[in-house]
């Protein structure tokens, strides 16, 4: 039962924090924190470190000291960051094995619940509901998305409250625990990639009712997207007839005029693919503030002066047009790219299939790259390597290669997955 308590606890803390609705989670501190409290679970309950995770310990270091030579600067900040993203991933898959999925699963379902009540609250009298919640506020003085905005973060529950959205929503947008909507969609959108598409519960089930409707609450642009793609791609993946062809082209023509029929779905995209808003000039020079889409001509730049290593984890670059500017983009392709070049880039892509692959094993599923095609198209709207409880995800088919006895439930049918799990790897 303690153990249970302890192993739990130990999931909520990788998952709030590495969501970091608070500016306490996005300190150099707590990173050091989370670093050390890993590495304490891993002594004390007795996990040990395996010969997998000094691998990859090893040539992460490695990596970053080849970095640190070739731009002349030690980047203890990712060095940090990755280490204990990598710690944290280990445990959670050494404590939970197959199961992992399924834990996600329960606490984002009750993570919804919560956001659902706190969203239904915020519809009545959201200002009722900011009062009530900013004795508890602990964003550590995290601002909304817009000077306008306001924002408090309880722990479970954020509120990121833009009036008069300039995308043209009147309704609040539910953030979940997480610093916005959009970060809480994907999480929302992978519990219903594991629930729905692996484990193939029903639609109607009260799980999968729950997770769509806390999904359409986010309006989030990429996390609609992500799950459309998904969907497509599951679809596209079983049907090879004449009429699941057709039955494809109108779902793609339906979607992409429901999508520029919404202001806040086509405005935002538009807005991404412009270089110019996204740099601005400060007291220290210019920067280019979190490109989610404008940003691909800087990543050529930094790939043609060093394609193995990119800007070898600078942020610092010079650039044709705009002159040394500090760059940081809103998406990990992009941002794997330029700041660790082409190595960074396979090894990432390495670990997202091979975890693909696992997962879609693990449950007898079909298609293999569902998990991928999630984390290429979240990829454009955030950093989704830096999330620690994607990250897991991720490293999921490194960490766990082989598959299990699993009994799961479709369409009323029990079927059985047999197929031995190696005790010696993990």
Known sequence: MIYEIGTNLYFLFVLITSMVGSMYYRSQAMLIARAIISLLIIFVSGI?????????????????????????????????RFISMF???????????????????????????????????????????????????????????????LYIHTGFYTINWIPNDIWGLSLPRNAGFCWEPGGFSLLVVLAIYINFILKKENILSWKNILLFVTLLTTFSTTGYLALLGLLIYEYSAKRKSLFSIISLVVIIILSYHIFFRYQFLSGKVSAYSEMRPYVTSTP?????????????????????????????????????????????????????????????????????????????????????????????????GFNVHSLSIIFTFATYGYFIPTTYKITQKASGRKSTISQEYNKNIL
Not at 92 to 119: A, C, D, H, N, P
Not at 333 to 351: C, D, H, R
Request: glycine content about 8%.
């Open 87 to 149: 710690l944290e991933s280990y445990i959670l898959l050494r404590l939970f094995k197959q199961k992992f999925t399924e834990i996600y699963v329960k606490w984002i379902l009750v993570f919804s619940m919560i956001s659902l009540i706190g969203w239904c609250l915020s519809v009545i009298n959201i200002e009722w509901l900011i009062s009530f919640l900013s004795p508890i506020n602990i964003s550590g003085g995290y601002e909304a998305d817009s000077p306008i905005g």
């Open 284 to 380: 220290t020079g210019d920067v280019l503030a979190g490109s989610r889409i404008a940003g691909y001509s800087l990543v050529l730049q930094d790939l043609k002066k060093n394609p193995l290593f990119g800007k070898a984890l600078i942020s610092t670059g010079n650039y044709g047009e705009y002159g040394e500017i500090i760059t940081w983009h809103l998406n990990s392709i992009y941002t794997i790219t330029s700041t660790m070049g082409l190595v960074g880039l396979l090894l990432w892509l390495w670990f997202v299939v091979n975890s693909s692959k696992s997962l879609s094993k693990i449950y007898n599923h079909y298609s293999k790259y569902g998990f991928l095609i999630f984390i290429i198209l979240s990829s454009f």
């Open 48 to 80: 040990g470190i395996n010969k997998k995770l000094r691998s990859v310990l090893i040539i992460w270091i490695l990596f970053v000291l080849i970095c640190s030579i070739i731009s002349n600067h030690f980047a203890a900040g990712p060095l940090i």
